[in-house]
């Protein structure tokens, strides 16, 4: 396929975007591009990071697309019913995040997990704290939706074609351009915009780590930065409120589990067994660090690297609105996310 030099310019940009653990975090976040009536998307569960190595683009049929949307099809969920089978030749899965893309009429759109952005909009002021901050871009905020038709009717009941920025509740960031140096400036704009300071976390207690984990199937995570959202008392305990994003609940589950004092990585599993729950991937332990399974997925541990990372953004007093427990419950039972953790699972994602 002979693509345009701003396919290419995308696919360079997505590259980029995609290795930058503050804006992507493991398969989430994607790019798009629209060209003679089709969409390219990022396909689903594939990492933005690969877009130079493999081929991660899905065209999807835009007109029939939005053209469904109108009518509230539930086909729209996946979007997969408007690939165009014969120029995919790779059977992938289009973004279940497709509809973002289509929504917004601009040819280039970006969507991240800015974690900027993310530890805004958590925030029961998010709305009025990113008005202010990114005050002459002409945005819109848009309350949590879970990602699908419902994300797509929230959004298209707000969005006027100037706006070129979403900021998407208890998510993360879509911006759009007419072309892609103009979007990827846009994107360096509002993140940096919306920058928030980052607390220190003190030194995770490495040596008490090593003793917790001692005879169990969890380990010490190799990145050091991961240890934040349990060694920083304050973040750990916005942790121990639940879940605030998406991509936690898929990745790493409902909520974190935060270790009461006395326990080891070997009683939380007996009392896991005892109680017939599947093991967390992390386990956080306040004032010492973050141990991680054994077992533990290259998508969980992107997580768990993103959620030090919001954390220590998120100030001490913050009012924050969590995921509710039928939220959770959605986002875990939702047939497009259990395909994107198979892959995940499956390891396919890193190849
Ligand atoms: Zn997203």
């Not at 653990?21 to 089709?38: D, F, H, R």
């Not at 995770?204 to 090593?210: K, Q």
């Not at 920083?232 to 790493?252: E, K, M, N, Q, R």
């Not at 599993?269 to 992390?282: C, I, V």
Request: proline share 5%; net charge negative.
């Amino acid at each position: 396929m002979v693509r345009s030099s701003e396919f290419e310019a995308l696919l360079d940009l997505s590259a980029r975007v995609g290795a930058d653990p503050a804006l992507v975090q493991a398969a989430g976040g994607n790019t798009s591009i629209k060209e003679g009536g089709t969409l390219w998307i990022k396909a689903s569960g594939l990492w933005l990071m690969q877009a130079r190595e493999r081929d991660v683009m899905v065209p999807v049929a835009l007109d029939a697309l939005l053209d469904a949307l109108e009518r509230d099809d539930p086909a729209t969920e996946k979007a997969q019913d408007f690939v165009i089978a014969e120029r995919n030749p790779s059977g992938l899965r289009p973004s279940i995040e497709t509809t973002v893309h289509a929504l917004m009429p601009q040819k280039v759109v970006i969507h991240v997990h800015c974690v900027e952005t993310i530890a805004t909009a958590v925030q029961v002021s998010g709305e009025a704290v990113a008005a202010a901050k990114l005050s002459g871009i002409p945005h819109v905020f848009v309350p949590y939706a879970r990602p699908g038709l419902p994300l797509a009717k929230a959004i298209a009941a707000r969005l006027q074609p100037e706006m070129r920025v979403l900021i998407l509740g208890n998510h993360g960031l879509a911006v759009a351009g007419d072309t892609v140096a103009e979007a990827s400036a846009l994107l360096a704009e509002v993140s940096r915009r919306l920058a928030l300071p980052r607390r220190i976390a003190p030194d995770a207690d490495l040596s008490a780590l090593s003793r917790l984990a001692l005879n169990s199937s969890f380990v010490l995570p190799e990145d050091n930065l991961i240890h934040d959202a349990a060694a920083d008392l304050a973040s750990c305990l916005i942790a121990a409120g639940g879940s605030l994003y998406p991509d936690h609940v898929i990745f790493l589950g409902r909520g974190s589990f935060v270790a009461n004092p006395g326990d080891t990585a070997v009683s939380i599993e007996e009392q896991h067994r005892a109680e017939g729950l599947t093991l967390p991937p992390a386990l956080l332990f306040p004032g010492k660090g973050v141990l991680v399974s054994r077992e533990i997925t290259a998508g969980a541990l992107a997580m768990a690297r993103c959620l030090s990372d919001v954390l220590g953004r998120i100030g001490e007093n913050a009012r924050l609105r969590y995921l509710t427990d039928a939220e959770n419950a959605e986002l875990l039972g939702w047939d497009a996310e259990k395909y994107r953790q198979e892959l995940n699972r499956a390891g396919k994602a890193l190849q």
